[in-house]
């Protein structure tokens, strides 16, 4: 069974960093597996904010975060890393890890969370205005 834990969550000002791990355990390698980002901000439902193929390394981006965040991998670690810059205040809620077990290398990685089997227990970041 995939676990995954994520931290680095925190409160930080407007136009901050921070930057989430997410650390993957339960499978002797996740090659073939997709690896999302997902956040919920309160009173919203669950979005997409990036992915990250394990093989190969192509991401996909919500275009709200386009620029500002970047989604990496560290293989050896088997851990997922989501880079935050120039923190908004909108960039409030709490981010998810998931990963997606069964998509296609052919295609970009998936955004509907539906496609995303296993999840964290989430981060709460919070951006202060």
């Known amino acids: 069974q995939v676990q995954l834990v994520e931290s680095g969550g925190g409160l930080v000002q407007t136009g901050g960093s921070l930057r989430l791990s997410c650390a993957a355990s339960?499978?002797?390698?996740?090659?073939?597996?997709?690896m999302g980002w997902f956040r919920r901000a309160p009173g919203k439902e669950r979005e997409f904010v990036a992915a990250?193929?394990?093989?190969?390394?192509?991401?996909s981006y919500a275009d709200s975060v386009k620029g500002r965040f970047t989604v990496s991998r560290d293989t050896a670690k088997n851990t997922v890393y989501l880079q935050m810059n120039s923190l908004k205040p909108e960039d409030t809620a709490v981010y998810y890890c998931?990963?997606?077990?069964?998509?296609?290398?052919?295609?970009?990685?998936?955004?509907?969370?539906?496609?995303?089997?296993?999840w964290g227990q989430g981060t709460q970041v919070t951006v202060s205005s």
């Open positions: 339960g499978r002797r390698t996740f090659s073939g597996y997709t």
């Open positions: 990250i193929r394990w093989s190969g390394g192509s991401t």
């Open positions: 998931a990963a997606d077990f069964s998509s296609s290398a052919l295609l970009p990685p998936r955004r509907d969370r539906t496609d995303y089997a296993s």
